[in-house]
């Protein structure tokens, strides 16, 4: 299948982990600079260079899970052969022992002399290496990256005219997408933080009192937390939210837009995570529960990420509101009659809240 015909069909981490493989697999020469920049691996004995992506292997036997390498770099000199496996994070974080089950995959396979596992991230996810690789007896490096360091490095470089114009877009495409932000606060972002109290203090309003109080009712009494519970540094969102045995339901906001004109959405939704044990039947109910009207469902077929169903507006269709408050609290109320009528047809999916040691995990 060919770049574009795999692009239609991907979300923004997919989509931009097979423009950059594209671009290895088009210049060896980009690719081995960036090894040599990073200090990784001398490349000048390689003869072979293959570049995939979504390369798949099977769970080891105490894995839960199968294994995905966003993109995965085989290098050899004729002899042997060198591994780099890449997992990309642009608007999600790390699921539960991921890296390491990503390393242990590496130990694993046989005959390869070097095996490396990159860590590339666009906002700050940091990870002890110790832990990463703890009773790995194979060799593997891991090596903790950004994805700003990257677009500094393709910078810095002088453009080749066979690539030039393939680069340029993906400089364009990391700087809409803010993954050209480097350590430093700009002035959209301390005016942010400026305003960010008062935006609080009404996200909060809009789903407290009875919104609150419905939320944990429909939950089956899993009342949330005294204060809505932020997401925002992981993925974005402000929710409050319900821990159910094996998936969770959240209400609120979420940031999903890369640019700081996007507006954010308001909405409920309802996900799983790739190793519960109820997964199966509730990605059947989620197929189901994604053909009501105004919802939609994402990463339904790949078992090896996290999957839900949601129901959401823009926070811009409230604005032409007189009282926004208002407005927003009767969509969650609206929002949660919804979702207690997919409980009553969906009675046998897990709907009992989750232990506190699940909720941890």
Same mark, same amino acid.
Request: with cysteine.
């Given at each position: 299948m060919g770049l574009f015909s795999r692009l239609l069909k991907l979300n923004l981490e997919d989509f931009f982990t097979e423009?950059?493989?594209h671009l290895f697999s088009v210049s060896h020469e980009t690719l081995f600079s960036w090894i040599e920049h990073l200090n990784l691996l001398d490349t000048g004995r390689y003869t072979e260079v293959h570049v995939s992506t979504q390369s798949e292997f099977e769970p080891l036997e105490h894995h839960s899970v199968g294994t995905r390498f966003d993109i995965l770099i085989e290098?050899?000199?004729? @002899?042997?052969s060198d591994w780099i496996a890449i997992e990309s994070k642009i608007s999600s974080r790390e699921m539960p022992d991921q890296l390491r089950?990503?390393?242990?995959?590496?130990?694993?396979?046989? +005959?390869?002399?070097?095996?490396?596992?990159?860590?590339?991230?666009?906002?700050? +996810?940091?990870k002890d290496e110790n832990s990463v690789l703890q009773g790995i007896e194979s060799a593997v490096r891991f090596k903790q990256l950004r994805w700003y360091m990257f677009y500094n490095f393709l910078q810095s470089r002088p453009r080749d005219v066979s690539t030039e114009m393939?680069?340029?877009?993906?400089?364009?495409?990391?700087?809409?997408?803010?993954?050209?932000? @480097?350590?430093?606060?700009?002035a959209i972002d301390v005016l942010t933080l400026s305003n960010l109290p008062n935006a609080l203090s009404l996200m909060d309003e809009t789903m407290g009192g009875d919104v609150k109080s419905k939320f944990g009712d429909v939950l089956l009494?899993?009342?949330?937390? $005294?204060?809505?519970? $932020?997401?925002?540094?992981? @993925?974005?969102?402000?929710?409050?939210?319900?821990?159910?045995d094996g998936w969770w339901c959240g209400l609120g906001y979420c940031m999903w837009g890369d640019n700081v004109t996007d507006y954010p959405t308001v909405g409920i939704h309802i996900e799983v995570p790739p190793n519960s044990k109820s997964?199966?039947?509730?990605?059947?109910?989620?197929?189901?529960?994604?053909?009501?009207?105004?919802?939609?469902?994402?990463?339904?077929?790949d078992p090896t990420a996290w999957a839900g169903v949601i129901c959401?507006? $823009?926070?811009?269709?409230?604005?032409?509101?007189?009282?926004?408050?208002?407005?927003?609290?009767?969509?969650?109320?609206e929002l949660l009659e919804d979702l207690a009528k997919i409980k009553k047809k969906y009675p046998h999916l897990p709907w009992r809240p989750a232990s506190q040691q699940n909720e941890e995990e």
């Open positions: 423009i950059v493989a290098l050899s000199d004729g @002899s042997c089950r990503y390393a242990e995959i590496l130990a694993a396979k046989e +005959d390869i002399r070097e095996r490396i596992l990159l860590y590339i991230t666009r906002d700050d +996810d940091p393939l680069v340029n877009e993906i400089v364009k495409f990391m700087e809409e997408k803010r993954m050209a932000q @480097s350590n430093q606060f700009t009494g899993s009342v949330p937390r $005294s204060r809505p519970y $932020s997401h925002l540094q992981w @993925s974005s969102r402000y929710l409050l939210t319900a821990w159910l997964r199966q039947e509730i990605i059947k109910a989620m197929q189901k529960i994604s053909q009501r009207p105004s919802w939609s469902s994402y990463n339904l077929d959401e507006r $823009s926070l811009r269709d409230f604005l032409s509101e007189e009282d926004h408050v208002a407005k927003i609290r009767a969509y969650f109320l």
